[in-house]
């Protein structure tokens, strides 16, 4: 009886206190179900080696969000959807000795007038093309093709509203076709025919994404590179670098993988979940740049000539530590058993004709004065008749390639930035060997990310050898780091803060 007294007088002494110790009870219970839930995060500066460890889920979302901006959730959104125009091309070529087109439907006519061979719509009847000079075109179906022949346009614009076929053939006679959806714009200048593909932004993407993306990768890592591709989208929307062909992009990785592959279920599902959306910094869309795989830590845009990390604020220096070791391009070395003069010279003049920047040339490199006027510059080039010396003459953020001194005869030459490096280096026909064993063959080398090792017979360069790790430039979100930190249990919007510093995620307007 006693118990039953002392007990009811506790239950009122605590009805009637303030309800601090409550709180308390609650708030213990929610952060046991707190740290349940958070245990997929996990701290990824230390000891990952293919099982991750959770440490404290508090801690790390401090340690990993501290410095970025907090983020709307990420929820797709509608709005004024623009229309992007992609320049088609076949290795990098845009124009090609032959192009073909094969139209979803059969909406097309002929007629010939005075000699003059024109396309109209079956409709309408209204003259879609006209000119003297003939070109070949087909439609129909299994049991028939019929050809079109017809003149080119006076305007540069032809337009095909629907789904068509384009088949393009090189200078070496190899043919690539693709499908594409949208709008078909057919240009042609002084250096021959271009083709131009029109398509909502939002459709362009289910494109993007399972081209520079494995559709197989987790689904918000997906969704990840879905808004990073949008907003990389958006800023050439408003760029006019491919003015003169009427178009914002290329389908090359000089901008975006486009239809290399098709589209996937799960590339529309993470362009749908994400639709809209976009990375800012101070309200306005960022370059987002990415890349593949790292080394274990990422560079600054400064790798590239005429950029200045003054005005990426948002791509800094990341160490990542073990995060991606399972990659198999982690690591890798590449071995150059006999150097080709001739491939060494094409890289180096490919380069400068991309980009004069890209080379410098002195008669004597140890004298900063001796650096041949432009006008000089392309001849220098082509007489490299032998390498003597090479070296990586300076580097960059995270220790990445920023300069190659290649020393001839006559010439002493410097290339600029780590992407004409690896294209110089990697111009020979030699394999590399990744970390697990296998081998893959690459016209460029992977990274900037390596040293270099070389061996001469007297004052001939014989061969050298590259130990370097990562795939691709290092700046801005990687691909197989974002693969990992979704199985990590990281969402889009985690894996976009981890990358990216003081970013938020925005609606185009």
């Given at each position: 009886m006693k118990y039953r007294y002392l007990l009811s007088f506790i239950i009122i002494l605590l009805l009637v206190s303030k309800p601090v110790f409550w709180e308390k009870v609650f708030s213990f219970a929610g952060m046991e179900h707190n740290l349940i839930l958070q245990t997929a995060d996990c701290n990824l500066r230390e000891g990952f080696s293919g099982q991750i460890s959770v440490n404290s889920a508090n801690e790390v979302l401090q340690n990993e969000t501290a410095s970025m901006s907090v983020i709307n959730s990420i929820a797709p959104v509608e709005y004024t959807e623009p229309n992007i125009r992609v320049l088609l091309t076949f290795d990098g070529q845009i124009y090609s000795d032959e192009i073909s087109l094969s139209f979803s439907q059969d909406g097309f006519v002929y007629e010939e007038k005075n000699g003059e061979i024109s396309l109209l719509d079956s409709v309408e009847k209204d003259r879609l093309y006209s000119g003297e000079d003939l070109l070949q075109f087909f439609y129909g179906c299994d049991s028939e093709v019929r050809y079109l022949y017809f003149g080119t346009f006076?305007?540069?614009t032809w337009k095909y509203e629907d789904s068509f076929s384009v088949t393009m053939v090189n200078d070496a006679g190899v043919s690539k076709q693709i499908t594409c959806e949208g709008v078909c714009i057919i240009g042609r200048d002084e250096q021959g025919i271009y083709i131009v593909n029109e398509l909502p932004l939002e459709h362009y993407l289910y494109y993007v994404v399972p081209s520079e993306m494995p559709s197989s990768f987790p689904l918000e890592s997906l969704k990840a590179q879905?808004?990073?591709a949008r907003t990389y989208a958006v800023v050439h929307l408003q760029n006019k670098?491919?003015?003169r062909y009427n178009a914002h992009v290329n389908d090359t990785t000089a901008y975006q993988v486009y239809n290399a592959t098709g589209t996937?279920?799960?590339a529309r599902q993470a362009v749908d979940e994400t639709r809209g959306l976009i990375l800012c910094y101070e309200d306005e869309p960022i370059t987002a740049f990415y890349y593949s795989c790292s080394c274990g830590h990422s560079t600054t845009p400064d790798i590239w000539p005429g950029y200045d990390v003054m005005d990426f604020p948002y791509l800094v220096y990341r160490n990542f530590d073990n995060l991606e070791e399972e990659c198999p391009w982690y690591s890798w070395n590449y071995a150059v058993e006999e150097v080709s003069l001739e491939n060494i010279r094409d890289g180096i003049e490919n380069r400068y004709r991309a980009n004069a920047e890209c080379v410098t040339v002195y008669t004597d490199y140890s004298d900063p004065e001796s650096i041949l006027p432009d006008s000089e510059e392309y001849n220098a080039i082509l007489e490299l008749d032998s390498v003597s010396y090479?070296?990586?003459?300076a580097r960059g953020t995270g220790d990445v390639a920023q300069e190659l001194l290649v020393c001839g005869d006559e010439y002493d030459y410097?290339?600029?930035?780590?992407y004409s490096i690896r294209y110089v280096l990697g111009q020979q026909d030699y394999e590399l060997r990744l970390?697990?064993?296998?081998?893959?063959?690459s016209t460029i080398v992977p990274s900037g990310f390596f040293e270099m090792e070389c061996r001469y017979e007297?004052?001939?360069l014989l061969s050298y050898e590259l130990l370097g790790g990562g795939f691709g430039h290092g700046v801005g979100m990687s691909q197989y780091g974002a693969k990992y930190l979704a199985n990590a249990g990281y969402s889009a919007q985690d894996i976009l803060t981890y990358y990216y510093e003081n970013v938020t995620i925005e609606t185009i307007e």
């Open positions: 006076e305007e540069n879905a808004i990073c670098s491919l003015a996937t279920n799960q090479m070296e990586i003459a410097i290339i600029h930035g780590e970390q697990n064993g296998e081998s893959a063959t007297g004052d001939e």
